[in-house]
Structures are given as C-alpha cells and as structure tokens.
C-alpha cells in the first residue's frame, strides 16, 4: 500500500487548520462584540435542520450492519422518524420514536 509522501501530508493538514480557523475567525473574530444581523440569525435556524438529516441518511441508505446494503428495518425506522417528526414539529420526538421504532424492529427480527 502505497503511503502519502510525509510534505504532501503536512500540507494538507496545515491547509485544513488554515482553512477551519479562518470559518470560525469569520464568526468569533469580526463578529466577537457586535449583536448579529435579523437575516444571518434568520439563516443560521436552519443549521441543525440541515446538519441532522446530512448526518443520519448515510446512516440509513448504507447502514453498517448490514455491510452497506440497504437495509428495510433501517428505512421503516427513517420513514416513521420523519412522520414522526413532521407530524409533531418536534425533533425531540422524532429522534426518540425512530430509535425506539430501530430498537423494536431489531428486537423482532
């Protein structure tokens, strides 16, 4: 197996660090003592709602027990997670009933 060459390595990490600090700079740094805009506020609501789903559906389309392979058990559990979770508008409630649902169908399988 052939290794990355140990410059190209260290480029690429400092690359990254330069890169993440200058993301959180942006933020912290130029907005550190100033209250922020209604339309930047606006925006940022929606991150979790966005991170969430872009976290759990790899999850769910190629879950790693089953090696990758699309799983049922996994998709039901999806599915009701978000009827659950629209019909409520709660995430909370979401989360829990498809875990719960993840939970029952293993159980029974």
């Known amino acids: 197996m052939n290794s990355i060459p140990p410059h190209l390595l260290w480029t690429v990490i400092a690359g990254l660090t330069l890169g993440s600090f200058a993301l959180r700079f942006g933020f ?4 550190g003592g100033k209250p922020i ?5 606006r925006h940022l609501r929606y991150t979790a709602v ?5 976290l759990v559906a790899p999850l769910v389309v190629w879950p790693a027990p089953t090696g990758g ?3 049922l ?6 599915a009701v997670t ?6 409520t508008r709660n995430v909370l409630i979401g989360l829990g009933t498809g875990g719960l649902c ?3 169908l293993y159980l029974a399988a």
């Not at 058990?73 to 999806?78: R, S, T």
């Open 69 to 71: 392979d699309p799983s």
């Open 28 to 31: 912290i740094g130029f907005m």
């Open 37 to 41: 805009p209604d339309w930047l506020m």
């Open 73 to 78: 058990m996994h998709f039901a559990a999806g």
């Open 50 to 54: 966005a991170i969430i789903p872009a």
């Open 82 to 87: 978000l009827a659950a979770g629209y019909l």
């Open 102 to 104: 993840l939970l029952l």
